[in-house]
């Protein structure tokens, strides 16, 4: 007999009484473990409709119980909930074949893996810190000092089913003091996206299962909301928290970048819609209004400045971009629009952005002489030449622009515009573009390229380029900044033209680009950015932002997952790719 089956025997007794006893007995260990099972659940917050904030540590400060310097008498209330239907965004995938599907899961694996072994260097040298320094093993506090990767990478962690390291990354939130920063100054900016967003995001994406995820972002919004303590209650950019509980009076900038001031929206909004607190909503509203009023005036109409007057409410800047100070200010119109589930109000969000996007395609948008005549776009800058009452171009292709392929082809099938799919889709290849050509098969931070003439009709001019060119990348005239700082905005809009198509040779771009950056950013603890892309290896530098964990390896790992995660008819993702759920007619 087998000895196993042997000692079984002796244990279980085979008569009536004994069965009746072990049944008895599964039947009580599984209810205690249900019981431990809530309880569990219970101490991490679960939520109770309506909305309740959990207590605070005595510890904080009561940012939400300061009486302001500027009232505001009553907030703006959200728009109703008679939401609007909006048009179906992901492509209807057809049913995946064997093959096709179990090498989909092997590279979706593999990128896990990357990003657990980032996790993992965080989690032992970086704890509650900002960020890793991967090189060193050491960390930073860039972001105010409340655990910046932690908090940015906890949807990307429940998306890949770590529920073990984001129950305990929840857990740790209690020891974080968010109410105070290590640093003099706050970007609200910075902070919000990441910080607020993330919260947010970990709140839906876990369908509400945390309250404290709920509790925390508003104690966090509180604090935020006193930067908009000002006499025309537009926010401070880099705001002294310390000066402010002391009395002393603020104004906002005069230089604020757009992005700053006009990248708020989502987080507020949302935060405004999970509490029923109108005071979020009504904040990030007054902004909207004043760059509304003011886009048909600028000397670009339909586009803002890259700096804004923001105490005096000015737009005397001459200078326009996609790029940094700028990005996501444009980006955020059409993800608001979804956000507010199209209703009448949000009708402001959706001609602001048509009008930027005529501006944009007509004056930055340009196509770039290339030795194979490929049949891309990228976005440049635009300086006004007062003198000849014109505009330059600077033919500049950044990083960060490449998020603008995806943001053309989501507004284009949100509005019914289908000759602007196009357009977006031609963006997104110039990034694709200038990955292939570098050798590292990365794109540089910045880049310029030589304009043709004319967007419909381009042929390849040695001889011009040559006259132009400081490099010996063919199509590329100088490279202004060869680092690669692991960002994300160049697979963002491959992941949402993938989702958008269902165009699979997407899928292999997107391999073949994570294969490039693994390779060249791996080091012992995690990843790490490069200072230059145009060497064999390129040299790395001893930085990992948040959003390598928070946006790059979520948007890899997306687009080599079911349709159904995250699908983009049921969430709206913030400028750090944090999914908001988009509000449904019940």
């Known amino acids: 007999m087998n000895p196993a089956r042997s000692i079984f025997l002796r244990i279980l007794p085979y008569s009536r009484t004994g069965r009746r006893r072990v049944k008895f007995c599964i039947a009580g260990v599984i209810l205690l473990f249900l019981f431990l099972f809530q309880w569990r659940r219970g101490s991490r917050g679960s939520p109770t409709k309506p909305y309740e904030r959990l207590s605070r540590p005595k510890s904080e400060v009561q940012w939400g119980d300061l009486v302001p ?3 505001i008498g009553s907030s703006r209330p959200l728009p109703s909930t008679q939401f609007k239907k909006l048009p179906r965004l992901q492509h209807v995938f057809d049913r995946e074949g064997f093959f096709a599907k179990r090498i ?42 409340w655990a910046a990767t932690l908090i940015d990478s906890l949807d990307t962690l429940w998306i ?8 305990e990354a929840v857990d740790e939130l209690t020891k974080i003091d968010m109410s105070r920063s290590s640093n003099q100054e706050i970007n609200v900016f910075e902070s919000t996206i990441r910080i607020l967003g993330g919260l947010l995001a970990a709140y839906d994406v876990s369908d509400g299962r945390y309250q404290v995820l709920l509790s925390r972002a508003q104690d966090f919004a509180d604090m935020l909301l006193c930067a908009f303590d000002t006499p025309n209650r537009m926010p401070v950019s880099w705001w002294r928290w310390k000066n402010y509980l002391n009395g002393e009076p603020q104004v906002a900038n005069n230089g604020a970048p757009l992005a700053d001031l006009a990248s708020l929206s989502m987080e507020f909004t949302h935060l405004s819609q999970l509490t029923g ?30 700096a804004i007057d923001a105490s005096g409410l000015g737009f005397w800047d001459d200078r326009f971009s996609l790029g940094a100070l ?26 602001m952005y048509e009008h930027a996007f005529e501006a944009m395609n007509e004056n930055l948008f340009f196509k770039p002489m290339t030795p194979n005549n490929s049949d891309i776009l990228l976005p440049g800058n635009l300086q006004a030449d007062h003198e000849n009452y014109n505009f330059i171009l600077d033919p500049e292709a950044q990083h960060l ?10 507004g284009s099938k949100l509005f019914g515009h289908s000759e602007q799919f196009d357009v977006g889709r031609k963006l997104v290849d110039g990034c694709i573009w200038l990955y292939d050509i570098m050798p590292s098969k990365i794109m540089p931070e910045r880049s310029h ?31 202004g900044d060869p680092r690669y700082m692991l960002r994300p905005e160049a697979i963002e809009s491959i992941f949402v033209h993938y989702r958008l198509t269902g165009e699979q040779r997407y899928q292999e771009i997107a391999w073949k680009m994570f294969e490039a950056i693994e390779k060249h950013t791996s080091v012992e603890i995690a990843n790490a950015a490069l200072s230059d892309v145009t060497k064999i290896p390129p040299p790395k530098s001893d930085h990992m932002e948040s959003f390598w964990l928070g946006e790059t390896l979520k948007y890899f790992y997306l687009i080599f997952s079911e349709p159904d995660v995250v699908s983009l008819d049921n969430f709206v993702l913030n400028t750090e790719a944090h999914p908001f759920k988009i509000p449904k007619q019940p």
């Open 69 to 71: 310097i500027h009232p």
């Open 104 to 145: 989909r899961k092997q590279r979706r694996e593999v990128i896990k893996k990357t990003f657990r072994k980032s996790w993992q260097g965080y989690r032992k040298y970086a704890w509650l810190q900002d960020e890793l320094h991967p090189l060193s093993g050491t960390s930073g506090n860039p972001f105010g000092g």
């Open 160 to 167: 890949m089913g770590m529920r073990t390291e984001f129950e």
């Open 277 to 306: 607190d109108n005071k979020f909503y009504d904040a990030i509203s007054r902004i909207t209004d004043e760059l509304d009023k003011s886009q048909a005036d600028t000397i670009l109409p339909g586009m803002w400045p890259m």
């Open 326 to 351: 700028a990005d996501s200010a444009y980006e955020c119109l059409p993800k608001q629009y979804i956000l507010l589930g199209g209703v009448s109000e949000a009708s402001q969000y959706k001609w």
């Open 401 to 410: 622009t490449c998020f603008a392929g995806g943001m053309v082809e989501l």
């Open 449 to 479: 390229m030589m304009p043709c003439v004319d967007r419909n009709s381009c042929v390849w001019d040695e001889k011009r380029w040559q006259a132009g060119k400081k490099t010996s990348f063919r199509g590329i005239t100088e490279i």
